[in-house]
């Protein structure tokens, strides 16, 4: 076995210069292959450790890159973004938007060998996403029944109109299908299968050896004749980001997705004609850097406060000298990359120190003997160098205006449970990932309700009845043209009330080595299937 299938590598060997392996992908890369070849292993970053693997229950792009490829949903998005087939063959909807119907892919068997049905799809909808699926739960919130007529066929059935259009751009993330005879009669949150997934995707699930590697190898019985391609998908953990560049420039690693690597490194990696960096593919999963105000703070409940932290940040000036022009300024809960969505004149908070200065002063927070008007704790996510970054940039622009910042850090599970179990913070920072339509991953972070400590929600201690009402009545809104008004209304009052703020747009950055074909081919790459990738040598 080469180096490169070996699953075992160390970290040692990751850190060296291999120098005949990059003169191997540099070369390879400048060939152009004619067809597709079959064969092959893909080395893939894996820049931090999942707990769970299961898609059906936590929707993340950490799970979804190693899941996807096992797991797969009823839909998912084309290069348009456009909703395509794949668990589900077709769709449709009564007028009344009550009731949606989909037919199932027939031929369809389980890693396992067992049959896919509307069994399958009845139990993850009504047991997973519906009770424990983050952002699924809020979706599914008014989801009734599954009814199952027959093996192909799944009728949902809801108690409020559910439009289909929401649906069919929910479910490329909240649609993976899970084996209900594995799930079934036994605790789902603590099912062995959580961490070595059965699905019915283009891989099978091989070996997860913790701190060190994912594998999954060739599905033989694939329900798309012909693929996948590749043998072999290896997922290496290394949470060294040195190390994970090195691999990358060794050609130990194909993929570095979802901005994993450092900065710096992006910005010299895309002028190295070994490898593509790039933005493409990931146009279904915006994300955002955020600012999340604890309004139980007293100081951070008045509104003069808020708006006068944003408006004491130069978020310009960060994105030009901070994220190598990876970014721009954001302008509100919706992004410019939704045009179906995206609402123009909303309330904005420029840069402007004097303004800020004002307002903290009119609020009753004058600057004391020491120059200081009060003290906050903020919490940054540990999901990127980005957000640590930022983190650093909010406290040196606050100190500015007299809020004097400490940054206080946590691991992974320390930072959910502090900022969305405890409530132990005074600002949060991290990544807000709009999902192709406001109600998928958006408005459940304005929208009161959300259970304690279910993270990436409303948390905040604030709420707002109309704007629940603006949700809801938008969530449900079977009229295009009007769902559109109600979202445009929904951004403008959470951008006048700013109670958390979407300071930075951007999109994820992909590295990947050219020697890779019919990579970032769908608005969500990283996230989707691969049956299609295919590697030359």
């Known amino acids: 076995m080469n180096s490169i299938a070996r699953p075992n590598i160390t970290r040692r060997l990751i850190r060296r210069s291999f120098s005949a392996l990059a003169l191997f992908a540099s070369l390879s890369g400048a060939l152009v292959a004619a067809e597709p070849q079959r064969g092959g292993v893909v080395n893939v970053l894996m ?35 456009t909703p395509q087939p794949m668990l589900a063959t077709s769709w449709s909807t009564t007028p009344d938007g009550k009731t949606i119907t989909f037919k199932l892919r027939q031929g369809v068997t389980w890693h396992d ?15 997973m996403w519906k009770k424990y699926l983050n952002y699924g739960s809020t979706l599914q919130r008014h989801l009734e029944a599954v009814d199952t007529p027959d093996a192909h066929t799944a009728v949902f059935r809801y108690s409020r109109p559910m439009p289909l259009d929401l649906l069919l751009r929910a479910l490329p993330d909240l649609g993976y299908i899970a084996p209900r005879h594995v799930f079934e009669g036994t605790d789902i949150q603590k099912n062995p299968a959580n961490t070595a997934p059965i699905g019915t995707g283009p891989f099978k699930f091989v070996q997860y050896e913790r701190g060190q590697f994912i594998i ?56 190295d004609a070994r490898f593509e960096v790039t933005t493409r593919g990931n146009e279904g999963n915006g994300v955002t850097n955020t600012l999340e105000f604890n309004h139980r703070r007293k100081e951070l409940a008045d509104i003069r406060v808020r708006r006068a932290i944003v408006h004491a940040l130069d978020i310009d000036f960060f994105c030009k000298n901070f994220l190598y022009g990876f970014g721009k300024r954001g302008t509100g809960p919706i992004p410019t990359s ?4 995206y609402p123009q004149g909303m309330p904005q908070y420029p840069f402007d120190k004097a303004k800020a200065e004002a307002l903290l002063d009119a609020a009753g927070y004058k600057r004391g003997a020491d120059g200081k008007r009060f003290s906050v704790r903020l919490l940054p996510a540990p999901w990127g160098e980005d957000i640590s970054l930022w983190a650093t940039f909010v406290q040196q622009s606050l100190g500015g205006v007299g809020i004097d910042v400490e940054i206080v850090r946590y691991d992974a599970a320390g930072y959910l449970t ?13 990544w807000h990932q709009y999902r192709n339509d406001p109600a998928v991953s958006t408005t459940v972070w304005y929208r009161s309700g959300s259970a304690k400590g279910s993270p990436w929600t409303n948390q905040w201690g604030w709420e707002s009845a109309a704007i629940d009402k603006i949700i809801d009545d938008a969530a449900s809104e079977l009229d295009p043209k009007k769902r559109r008004a109600l979202y445009a209304e929904f951004v403008k009052a959470v951008n006048t009330e700013v109670p958390i703020w979407m300071a930075i747009e951007r999109q994820f950055v992909t590295v990947v080595n050219k020697s890779l074909h019919n990579h970032s081919n769908t608005t969500r790459w990283p996230s989707s299937h691969w049956a299609d ?5």
């Open 418 to 430: 502090n900022t969305y179990k405890d409530w132990n913070f005074d600002i949060a920072t991290g």
């Open 533 to 537: 990738l295919w590697i030359e040598r």
């Open 47 to 81: 820049s931090s450790e999942q707990r769970i693997l299961n898609p059906a229950l936590r929707a993340s792009t950490g799970v979804y890159l190693i899941t996807s490829k096992i797991m797969e949903p009823l839909v998912d998005l084309d290069a348009n973004g």
């Open 113 to 127: 060998g067992k049959p896919f049905t509307s069994a399958d799809v009845q139990f993850t909808a009504m047991e």
């Open 216 to 271: 999954a190898e060739r599905n033989p019985n694939y329900w798309r004749k012909g693929f996948p391609y590749l043998d072999r998908i290896v997922w290496r953990i290394i949470t060294d980001k040195s190390a994970a560049s090195a691999g990358i420039e060794s050609g130990q690693l194909h993929i570095a997705p979802y901005s994993s690597l450092p900065l710096a490194d992006l910005d010299r990696l895309k002028k």
């Open 338 to 341: 939704s045009p179906e969505f």
